[in-house]
């Protein structure tokens, strides 16, 4: 992977213990222990991510990138909703 900040979405949280990233536009997948990532990172939280030889040196939240990915899926969730009521 290479040594330029990229975007990176928290999968999930696996024993509580190791966080599951995917990165980039290749969607590489990372498994990750929890404590490696700042504070407030928890599932569904996008980051900017840089590795350097598959070890992971720089973190940090985008909180932009996550308010995005949330509305998009509460937006989504709502048509789901109401399509459902209309059956």
């Known amino acids: 992977m290479s040594a330029e900040l990229e975007l990176a979405v928290i999968d999930r949280i696996e024993d509580g213990m190791f966080a ?12 990750l222990p929890i404590v ?3 504070e407030g990172a928890g599932e569904g939280v996008w980051l900017r991510v840089r590795f350097a030889n598959d ?7 985008d909180a932009e990138a996550t308010a995005r990915a949330r509305a998009r899926i509460s937006e989504k969730m709502d ?3 109401k399509r459902g009521r209309r059956l």
Do not use: D, F, H, K
């Open 55 to 61: 070890t992971l040196v720089e973190a940090s939240i």
């Open 36 to 38: 490696q990532l700042p």
């Open 20 to 31: 599951v990233l995917i990165v980039g536009e290749t969607e590489q997948q990372y498994v």
């Open 79 to 81: 048509r789901l909703r």
